[in-house]
């Protein structure tokens, strides 16, 4: 290690690269964490769900629709928000479409994945918001696994500090030759190796700050849910605005380029109003009471049903049981009123002399 180096050794040094080349086959660290994120929210909604009374399986056949669509909705939101980056002039457009370069936004991959969810639980005669509580905790720390794909890239850092745990960056160059222009904004492209371990810049690691707020934002969903036995889509929602409250302040500190509203990142805007709609969300669902019952969750061919089934048929039969039991002591009583009547009429003196008692002598 150089001597400049050893004046950075209480920062994070960052990867020296972020792709290696399997022969003809780019391996990507930040497709690797994508679906790493993904597998663990699947994999931690699909247990929520079956012990919240859910169809075991039915997490996952959600995500064969939610996973695409929420794909595609951060791409676009990423392209839409930051089109500079992909057109106009010297720009190829083509490259919006190269999605394992990075450049997902986390609202877009939300809303459209929330329509393939909805898709999903419509099939399944399933209710989306118990879904989406289940699946919660697990998303935030998806973007928490997500956010190591950033660190990778060398993307999305935030400003130059001082400060212990300041991450290093490096000039990343192909063929162990830098690019012409190598500076902190633009260390060199993402399938580069680092061409020295002096660091270009030491800055905020905000990949970092934001992985360590969803990962506490997690906790806190799973122990409001459990602490309180929300439901009915309040489980989401907090999330969501755990999410928000910290995305906001982060994003203030970012240092890479974006589109502005007023002075303020687009991000920042976002993360404002979506914090109020989720707030709102979280109030004003406590009036539907409390948790969905778990029989609600299942699905139409769950073998549970036929049990419940099997259950009714059988609580109806002993309520007609009872009732056909009831009917017959009402018509026995009846009849044996009459019967005692007649006896008594059938022993009275046909010359009108006082009626003898039917019943047998007891010997009294």
């Known amino acids: 290690m150089t001597t400049a180096a050893t004046t950075f050794l209480a920062t994070i040094p960052s990867p020296d690269r972020g792709v290696w080349e399997i022969g003809p086959f780019p391996l990507r660290a930040y497709a690797l964490c994508i679906i790493a994120g993904i597998v663990v929210a699947i994999w931690w909604g699909e247990r ?16 064969v629709f939610a996973v695409p669509f929420g794909l595609i909705g951060g791409r676009l939101y990423h392209v839409l928000t930051d089109w500079q ?8 457009p083509v490259r919006a479409l190269y999605i394992w370069d990075g450049g997902l936004g986390i609202w877009g991959a939300i809303a459209l994945g929330a329509v393939g969810a909805w898709i999903a639980c419509r099939r399944r005669g399933i209710p989306l918001p118990a879904v989406a ?4 905790p697990g998303i935030v720390v998806a973007q928490a696994i ?3 794909g950033n660190y990778f890239n060398q993307e999305l850092y935030g400003g130059p500090t001082d400060l212990p745990w300041g991450l290093e960056i490096y000039c990343r160059g192909t063929g162990g030759v830098p690019p012409a222009t190598c500076t902190p904004d633009n260390p060199g492209p993402l399938n580069g190796v680092a061409v020295s371990d002096v660091p270009l810049t030491v800055v905020h690691p905000t990949f970092l700050y934001e992985l360590l707020w969803n990962l506490g934002v997690a906790l806190l969903v799973v122990w409001a849910d459990r602490r309180f036995r929300l439901g009915h889509g309040r489980v989401f929602a907090l999330y969501v605005a755990g999410y928000t409250a910290g995305r906001f302040w982060i994003e203030l500190m970012r240092a890479d380029e974006a589109n502005e509203i007023l002075g303020l990142r687009v991000n920042v805007w976002t993360s404002m109003l979506v ?14 009471g409390p948790r969905e ?3 609600t969750l299942r699905s139409p061919d769950d073998d549970r049903n036929d049990g419940d089934r099997d259950d009714d048929r059988n609580n109806g039969d002993d309520r007609s049981d009872r009732g056909d039991s009831d009917a017959l002591v009402d018509r026995g009583g009846d009849t ?3 019967t005692h009547a007649g006896d008594t009429a059938r022993t009275g003196d046909p010359g009108g002399g006082a009626v003898r008692d039917a019943r047998p002598d007891d010997g009294s």
Not at 85 to 92: M, P, T, V
Request: proline share 2%.
């Open 133 to 136: 509580d289940a699946v919660a």
């Open 336 to 338: 044996g009123g009459s």
């Open 48 to 63: 929520r769900w079956v012990a919240r009374g859910g169809t075991k399986g039915t997490i996952v056949d959600i995500a």
């Open 275 to 288: 914090f109020a709609g989720a707030v709102t969300y979280v109030l004003l669902a406590g009036r539907r």
């Open 85 to 92: 980056l992909y057109f106009g002039e010297g720009r190829d």
């Open 146 to 148: 997500g956010r190591l």
């Open 293 to 295: 019952a778990p029989e």
